[in-house]
Nanobody, 127 residues
Framework: QVQFVESGGGLVQPGGSLTLSCTSSGSTLAYWSVGWFRQAPGKDREGLSCISSTDDSTYYTNAAKGRFTISRDTAKNTVDLQMNSLTVEDTGIYYC????????????????????WGPGIQVTVSS
């Protein structure tokens, strides 16, 4: 059974950086398009960024543009989300989601486009 899991979350001070990783047990991530989402307390799940399976095209939503970078590391079998200049508004549970299809900007932030989800990982930005 294919499973995906997030790692790298935790507590970081405002202005700091954090890198989240999404990895898979039982599958090669290079075959999957991967999206990153987050859900803050009391808010809907929000799309951040995605990377496509065929050509590693990357897309960002306004919430992530300029501060977050998504990348694929085939050697480690991960898709990473580098997050910089974090603020308290970035606090939430972060999820990676995958789909065995290419992804484009129009689909990137639509949760129902994805087939599999990781359990989520907590990111807390606080002084």
């Amino acid at each position: 059974q294919v499973q995906f899991v997030e790692s790298g979350g935790g507590l970081v001070q405002p202005g700091g950086s954090l890198t989240l990783s999404c990895t898979s047990s039982g599958s090669t991530l290079a075959y999957w398009s991967v999206g990153w989402f987050r859900q803050a307390p009391g808010k809907d799940r929000e799309g951040l960024s995605c990377i496509s399976s065929t050509d590693d095209s990357t897309y960002y939503t306004n919430a992530a543009k300029g501060r977050f970078t998504i990348s694929r590391d085939t050697a480690k079998n991960t898709v990473d989300l580098q997050m910089n200049s974090l603020t308290v508004e970035d606090t939430g549970i972060y999820y990676c989601a995958t789909v065995a299809a290419t992804v484009q900007q129009s689909k990137c932030e639509i949760p129902t486009w994805y087939d599999y989800w990781g359990p989520g990982i907590q990111v807390t930005v606080s002084s």
